[in-house]
């Protein structure tokens, strides 16, 4: 007997990060792709990224993607700025067929924006230290004249993790990273970690102490969802709206799932499943 297999558009993407970081970019695809089913793995076992070697971050990257492939995901969203720059190309050249999108750091939206033609880049080490980030900014160097000033923000990954976005803690570290930049004359400031967009409220405090509110912030999260569309789109596996089949979304982590269900309900207000995932 035959079985019926699901069309390739119903299976899910999936999209994965150190940790909750991705869901900052999870909101933008489901805004943008609200009849696509969704897993979305947080790798908070190993987190964070930013501070291990490049060969650690492409093992996990691999094992995530491996995981995410054997549940059917149709395409792959890398929603972090550090396994991007670290591994992306690893994982496309295993898995050459697969759909995949990356999120780097906005540095051609950000000279865009500058008018002075200084942007500060906040971003993990690992990333700002990656061969695929320097040779971004090498390239939009020379085609826009704009100068990078390139600041790690070491500990505050950590940090959002921990759940508070209030925290004294967060608040010294987002003055400790961002008044060098402003000190220096940046009027952009590029979010170069997914986690980041948690804490823009935190980043505008600390320029409105500076007297700084003209200061432009760049996040690349509703890019890569309309990069994603594109990707989905030219391989004709959008999956389409059904009345009669809603969305679903399912959430993975190699740390304590009531962490990630506790993260889920405080950055999107969303409760799905979340069970942990032995990778
Ligand atoms: N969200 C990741 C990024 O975009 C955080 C990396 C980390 O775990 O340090 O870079």
Redesign the pocket.
């Known amino acids: 007997m035959n079985v019926p297999r699901p069309h390739p558009a119903d299976s899910p993407i999936g999209v994965f990060?150190?940790?909750v970081?991705?869901l900052s970019v999870l909101r933008h695809i489901r805004a943008q792709l609200p009849a696509e089913h969704l897993l979305y793995f947080a790798d908070t076992g190993h987190?964070?990224?930013?501070?291990k070697t490049e060969a650690f971050v492409v093992a996990r990257a691999l094992a995530v993607t491996a995981f995410l492939l054997d549940l059917g995901a149709k395409a792959l969203v890398v929603?972090?700025?550090?396994?991007t720059v670290a591994a992306i190309k690893a994982v496309r050249a295993r898995y050459p067929q697969l759909p995949v999108v990356g999120?780097e750091p906005g540095l051609k939206p950000a000279a865009a924006a500058s008018r002075n033609g200084k942007v500060g880049v906040l971003?993990?080490a690992?990333?700002l230290k990656g061969d695929k980030f320097l040779q971004l900014r090498e390239q939009v160097t020379a085609s826009t004249g704009a100068t990078f000033l390139l600041q790690p923000a070491v500990g505050l990954?950590d940090q959002i993790e921990l759940g508070d976005l209030q925290a004294p803690a967060i608040a010294a570290l987002l003055e400790q990273y961002v008044a060098p930049l402003l000190d220096q004359g940046a009027d952009t400031l590029v979010l170069?970690?997914?986690?980041y967009p948690f804490v823009r409220s935190g980043i505008e405090q600390v320029l409105a102490a500076h007297g700084r509110t003209d200061v432009a912030l760049i996040d690349t999260g509703d890019a890569v969802a309309r990069q994603l569309v594109r990707l989905l789109d030219t391989a004709a596996l959008l999956r389409p709206a059904s009345p009669d089949s809603a969305a679903t979304l399912h959430g993975y982590t190699t740390a304590r799932p009531a962490a990630l269900s506790a993260a889920f309900r405080a950055l999107l207000d969303l409760d799905p499943p979340v069970a942990e995932a032995d990778v």
């Open positions: 990060d150190s940790g970081g991705g987190a964070p990224y930013g501070d929603a972090c700025n550090t396994a999120v971003a993990t690992r990333t990954v170069g970690c997914t986690h």
